[in-house]
Each structure stands twice: as structure tokens, then as C-alpha cells.
């Protein structure tokens, strides 16, 4: 199972909401990844958890708070976004602590998000 | 992390060879050239990795020259459903991966 699944598909929340992405892979890895896309952009690296800690943060604001569970479950919590956070989050996850040159990430089919 | 810069678009004919090519004038040499491909409204695909010389797997071929400042992408016989973004990216470790701009390759009937 190379699969990395993410939930929901679509989501739909204005300014004021609370909402939660999740992200789940069963392939062992131990190295897991947030991503944000913007449409005809690349993605761009927001945190990585390595062996259920948080390892690198890209700066994000404070209304993304990323929490690993365990080690095959990845959130994300939105609180008070902004319409310019719309986009498509992508969850990934690699092998090991993420930190060899040749990890593989393996990517969800991602979150889109519309904030209104 | 070193920057890739790749050709923003390119069209090809169906059963055609297409090679995407990625520059990397400031390679580290502890970096690898890996390379992607994301369909709309996807989660990028792994597509192949290498250091040096030529890595050939199932569905593509890299080819880095000695001085490994650029790579090449071989898409041999492209079909309809190769159309997609193919980025270039180098993961010298440490988790952080940038990904370029990317090339949009769209495949002709």
C-alpha cells in the first residue's frame, strides 16, 4: 500500500470557522509533510513532522497549527483564515526521518480548500 | 537551497519522445535531481531520481551530464494521459524540498 489518503476532498469555511484537515498513510514512514498549492503554482513546504515531532516550520501563521497524533496520522487545524489561504493542501509522507537526500514523498491527492 | 529553472511550457505529439530539460548552476554536491510529475487537482508523483550519468526506470529516463549543472527528463513515446507538470527539484536532505516552477507539458493528438 503506497497510498497516502486525506480528508476531506473539498472544504468550504468562512473567516470565523474552526475546521480540521487529516492525513493518513499505513506505509510506515516516519516522516510526514504539509504542503500548500496555489493554482499554476508549486507547492510549497509549510511543516514537516519527523518520528511525530515537528522538525521544520516555514514560518506559517499561528492560524495553521499542524498535529501528528502518531505515526500515520497527520492534521492540520484552521482557525480565522483569510480568502487568500485557499488553496489545494497537500499532505506527503517518506520513509525515514526525511533527512537523506534520496526520500521519496509520496503525496495525497490533497484538500482543496475555499475560505469565504 | 539551489535554484532549478526549468521551461514553463511545451507541446509535443503523441508517440513522440519528449526530453524536458532542468538547469542547476549551483548543484551541491550532496544534492539529488528528482523529478515529479502532478496532474491537475493531484498530489505530485515520484517520477525518477539520480546523481550522476543516466538512471533509466519504467517510465522515464534522466540523463546528468559530468558536471551535473543540468538534467534532462526522456519521456519516450508520450501519450495523451502524460499531460501534466513535471518538476525538477534537488533534495540535498534535511527534509526541505523546493520545488521549481515547473513545465507544463501538454500532449497533442
Known amino acids: 500500500d503506497t497510498e497516502v489518503t486525506q480528508t476531506p476532498k473539498h472544504l468550504v469555511m468562512g473567516m470565523t470557522n474552526k475546521k480540521s484537515l487529516k492525513c493518513e498513510q499505513h506505509?510506515?514512514?516516519?516522516?510526514m509533510y504539509w504542503y500548500k498549492q496555489k493554482a499554476k503554482k508549486p507547492p510549497e513546504l509549510m511543516f514537516v513532522?519527523?518520528?511525530?515531532?515537528?522538525?521544520i516550520n516555514e514560518s506559517v501563521p499561528s492560524r495553521f497549527s499542524p498535529e501528528c497524533p502518531n505515526s500515520s496520522l497527520l492534521n492540520l487545524h484552521l482557525h480565522a483564515l483569510q480568502p487568500e489561504d485557499s488553496a489545494l493542501y497537500l499532505c506527503?509522507?517518506?520513509?525515514?526521518?526525511?533527512?537523506?537526500?534520496?526520500?521519496?514523498?509520496?503525496f495525497g491527492p490533497g484538500t482543496r480548500l475555499l475560505v469565504l | 537551497l539551489a535554484k532549478t529553472t526549468q521551461p514553463i511550457s511545451m507541446d509535443s505529439y503523441e508517440g513522440q519522445e519528449v526530453n524536458i530539460t532542468c538547469s542547476h548552476n549551483?548543484?551541491?554536491?550532496?544534492?539529488?535531481i528528482t523529478w515529479y510529475q502532478q496532474f491537475p487537482s493531484q498530489g505530485p508523483r515520484f517520477i525518477i531520481q539520480?546523481?550522476?550519468t543516466k538512471v533509466t526506470n519504467e517510465v522515464a529516463s534522466l540523463f546528468i551530464p559530468a558536471d551535473r549543472k543540468s538534467s534532462t527528463l526522456s519521456l519516450p513515446r508520450v501519450s495523451l494521459s502524460d499531460t501534466a507538470v513535471y518538476y525538477c527539484?534537488?533534495?540535498?536532505?534535511?527534509?526541505?524540498?523546493?520545488f521549481g516552477t515547473g513545465t507544463k507539458l501538454q500532449v497533442i493528438p
Open positions: 549551483n548543484i551541491a554536491t550532496n544534492d539529488y
Open positions: 506505509m510506515g514512514h516516519r516522516a
Open positions: 527539484l534537488l533534495s540535498g536532505g534535511y527534509q526541505k524540498v523546493t
Open positions: 506527503a509522507s517518506s520513509r525515514t526521518s526525511g533527512r537523506g537526500p534520496q526520500e521519496t514523498q509520496y
Open positions: 513532522y519527523s518520528y511525530e515531532k515537528l522538525s
Open positions: 539520480g546523481y550522476k
